[in-house]
C-alpha cells in the first residue's frame, strides 16, 4: 500500500520511520519532509496548509492512507476534504479537531461535561480581561484561544506581568489570529503527564505515558517552547491513576464529543497535571504531540497501520496494541537563540555517529543543500535512546548527543530527570 504522511517535522518523521517498518506499506510520500525523512520517504514539496494540492496528490498517486500529523490542516478540515474524495485519512474532522484548535471549546466542554480542570475565564475584550485580573490570585495562566505551535501559554507571576500576556495576545497579536480571545486560567501546581491515546470515537486505549520539557532552559527556567525533550514512562503516573483518568478523563471526554455531534477518531492527546486532589486536565491535542511521538512510537511492538485501520474502521476494540516495557528518552537539539530569534542553514555533523551507538535521530528542522544536511528551523533534532529503564536511556541518549556538532546548539542537559 502507499501511505502520504503530511508534515515535515520530528513527529513526522517519527511516524515515517514507524510506518515504514509495516509489512503492508510498499512506498511512503512525506509533504513537504525534511533531509532525514528523506532516507525512507519521497519528499513532495506541498505546503501542509495547501488542501487543494495535497488532495490532488493523494488522487493522483492513488495513495491508500493520508496520515495528517499537524494540528494546523486538521483544525481547517484536510480529512474532511480527503474523505469527501474517498481517500482514507487517519486523523480528526475539522469539526472535532476543535477540541485542540479552540482553548476556550476545550474548557467549555470540560466544565459543561464534569471533567476536572483548572478554574478558568473566557474573554473576547482585552480591557474586560485585565479588570478581571485585578481580583485574580497570582500566579495566573494567560492561554491564547487558538493554535500557536505550542508558545500560546504565559504563566504570569504578577498582575503586571498579567496584563502584559493580555495586551500581547489580544492586542500586539503576537500569536496572529489565535489571540482573538483569552483563557484566564487558575495555576494549579503539580507534575505534568502526556497521555497520548487512539480511540475511534467509540473505544479509547491509551498509550504508554510520557513527560516532556516545555521550558527552554534547564530547571524548567526560560521562555516556553515546542518541546526540548520528553521521556516515556513518567515517573509518577501510576496504575491507580491510569484507571482514575480512564474512568474520569478519557472516557467522559470521548463520550463527551459524541454528545456534541463532534464525534473524534484519531489521536487524542491529554494533557494532564498531577495535583494534590487528583489528576486534571490542562489540554487537549488532536494529534501525536511532538517530541512526545519520539519516546512513544519507538516503544511501539504492533503495527501502527493496522491500528490506524482499526481506528478508521471502527473496530479498535477488537484490536490488541503490544508495547516495550523499557524506557525512551528523546533530547531535542535546538537552533542558539530559540524559540525567540536563530540562524538557519549551519552543517549538521555527526548523526551517523549517533545513529551507529544504538541511537534513533529524528529530524525536525533540516534540509539539504549540496549533498550536506543543515540546520533549518528552531527545533533540529530530535536525539532518541530506548532502554532498559530510564537512567541507561537518559545516558544512552546524551552519549549521542554528544557526538552530533553544528554551530550554536543548544539543548538542555536535564532531559528525563523530573
Not at 492513488?62 to 494540528?71: E, I, K, N
Request: with cysteine; hydrophobic share 40%.
Amino acid at each position: 500500500m502507499r501511505v502520504l504522511v503530511v508534515g515535515g517535522g520530528g513527529r513526522e518523521h517519527a511516524l515515517v520511520w514507524k510506518i515504514s517498518k509495516s509489512k503492508r506499506v510498499d512506498e511512503i510520500y512525506c509533504a513537504p519532509g525534511n533531509a532525514g525523512i528523506a532516507a525512507l520517504a519521497q519528499c513532495v514539496d506541498i505546503d501542509v496548509m495547501d488542501i487543494g494540492n495535497m488532495v490532488h496528490f493523494a488522487k493522483n498517486k492513488a495513495v491508500d492512507l493520508v496520515v495528517v500529523a499537524p494540528d494546523d490542516p486538521l483544525a481547517v478540515g484536510m480529512v474532511d476534504a480527503m474523505e469527501k474524495e474517498g481517500i482514507r485519512a487517519f486523523g480528526p474532522q475539522k469539526k472535532a479537531a476543535v477540541i485542540e484548535a479552540s482553548k476556550a471549546f476545550s474548557k467549555n466542554l470540560m466544565k459543561k461535561y464534569d471533567i476536572p480542570t483548572a478554574g478558568y475565564e473566557v474573554f473576547e475584550n482585552s480591557i474586560k480581561a485585565k479588570q478581571y485580573l485585578e481580583n485574580c490570585r497570582m500566579p495566573v495562566v494567560v492561554k491564547a484561544d487558538g493554535l500557536s505551535l505550542g508558545k500560546g501559554v504565559i504563566i504570569a507571576q504578577t498582575l503586571l506581568q498579567a496584563k502584559d500576556a493580555v495586551e500581547r495576545i489580544m492586542e500586539q497579536k503576537v500569536f496572529g489570529e489565535a489571540g482573538q480571545k483569552v483563557v484566564i486560567e487558575e495555576f494549579l501546581l503539580g507534575q505534568e503527564v502526556s497521555i497520548l491515546s487512539f480511540t475511534d470515537g467509540k473505544t479509547v486505549v491509551p498509550m504508554v505515558s510520557s513527560q516532556d520539557h516545555k521550558r527552554a532552559l534547564d530547571n524548567d527556567k526560560g521562555l516556553n517552547t515546542g518541546g526540548m525533550g520528553t521521556f516515556s514512562p513518567s515517573r509518577i503516573y501510576t496504575n491507580e491513576m491510569a484507571c482514575y483518568c480512564m474512568e474520569k478523563i478519557y472516557k467522559p471526554t470521548v463520550a463527551a464529543m459524541n454528545k456534541e455531534g463532534r464525534t473524534f477518531k484519531g489521536i487524542l492527546y491529554f494533557g494532564l497535571i498531577v495535583t494534590e486532589e487528583g489528576p486534571k486536565v490542562l489540554e487537549y491535542n488532536a494529534r501525536f504531540g511532538d517530541p512526545e511521538a519520539q519516546v512513544v512510537l519507538p516503544r511501539l511492538k504492533s503495527d501502527l497501520v493496522d491500528i490506524m485501520d482499526a481506528v478508521i474502521d471502527g473496530n479498535l476494540e477488537k484490536h490488541h496494541i503490544e508495547w516495550d516495557r523499557g524506557a525512551a528518552v528523546c533530547v531535542v537539539m535546538a537552533s542558539g537563540g530559540y524559540p525567540v530569534k536563530y540562524r538557519k542553514g549551519y552543517k549538521i555533523d555527526g548523526i551517523e555517529k549517533a545513529e551507529k551507538d544504538g541511537c534513533i535521530v529524528f529530524h525536525a528542522g533540516t534540509r539539504t543543500v549540496e549533498g550536506k544536511t543543515v540546520t533549518a528551523g528552531g527545533r533540529v533534532l530530535g536525539v532518541t535512546a530506548v532502554d532498559k529503564g530510564l537512567d541507561s536511556a537518559i545516558k544512552k541518549a546524551y552519549a549521542g548527543v554528544e557526538k552530533i556538532e553544528f554551530k550554536d546548539k543548544h539543548f538542555r542537559r536535564d532531559i528525563g530527570i523530573k
